[in-house]
């Protein structure tokens, strides 16, 4: 998921307090920040993750804003241990999301879900993430798009990136047409959706989806 920030901006040098975290947030988008995972485990000692994540970000089309989601509001549990003390959240609160993730094969025309999550399986809520942003004195604009990171529940099912589903390539994903992944290949296609629902009221983001395309050769840059 992604939140957009909205609201009057903090001055830099002056973090946002928790208490009025929920003040600067617009709303949210579904949101998939591409990250190629061997890429990223071969880069990430000892500078970290830079290309493996650099390359693409995709959005669903409609931002859902935190009014709208209210009905939606559900309480998280009780952290232990106690977050220190500007991280305590009054409301410690998120939202009742149903997440789904499809990968439609290269040269299928059929899509399969892979994932069922939730945004209520977050440790942190938002208001806790943008005071956690922000601690250090971080200015925050109107548009700025903060990620919340990978959204994974309890269950395998639930787990919300294809490292995570596989073991981090040693299990593979069995898809209906008889192939199968443990990574993403050339041509595949992800889809993601994601709705709230309650009472005869359901509220959708739209489709956030993108795929996979062969890199160029490298001769080409010589």
């Known amino acids: 998921m992604g939140t957009f920030i909205g609201g009057k901006l903090n001055k830099q040098g002056h973090p946002i307090h928790i208490k009025n975290a929920e003040n600067h947030i617009f709303g949210f988008v579904l949101l998939n920040d591409w990250s190629a995972r ?11 993750p830079f290309n493996a994540k650099n390359f693409s970000s995709v959005i669903s089309p409609w ?13 998280l549990p009780t952290q232990d241990p ?24 290269a040269g ?36 700025d798009l ?12 639930s787990y919300g990136s294809l ?10 994903i069995k898809l209906s047409n008889g192939e199968e992944r443990t990574f993403l290949k050339d041509g595949d296609v992800v889809i993601m959706r994601g709705y709230a629902e309650k009472q005869g009221v359901r ?15 490298l001769s080409e840059f010589q």
């Not at 990223?40 to 970290?48: D, H, K, S």
């Not at 931002?63 to 309480?75: C, G, H, K, S, W």
């Not at 994932?115 to 971080?138: K, M």
């Not at 903060?146 to 099912?157: C, D, F, M, R, Y």
Request: glycine share 10%; aromatic share 8%; hydrophobic share 35%.
């Open 203 to 217: 509220i959708g983001f739209g489709e956030c989806r993108s795929g996979v395309k062969p890199a160029l050769p």
């Open 146 to 157: 903060l990620g919340t990171g990978t959204i994974s529940g309890p269950e395998k099912q």
């Open 38 to 48: 061997d890429i990223q485990a071969w880069e990430y000692v000892p500078l970290g």
């Open 82 to 105: 106690e977050p220190l003390p500007y991280l305590r959240d009054p409301k410690l609160s998120s939202f009742d999301i149903n997440l789904e993730v499809l990968i439609q094969p």
């Open 108 to 143: 299928s025309n059929k899509a399969e879900t892979i994932v069922q999550s939730n945004f209520r399986h977050l440790y942190w809520s938002i208001a806790q993430q943008l005071a956690h942003h922000t601690v250090t004195g971080c200015n925050m604009n109107p548009g």
């Open 163 to 172: 490292l995570e589903l596989s073991w981090g390539g040693k299990e593979s």
């Open 63 to 75: 931002i859902v804003t935190v009014d709208a989601l209210e009905p939606f509001r559900v309480n």
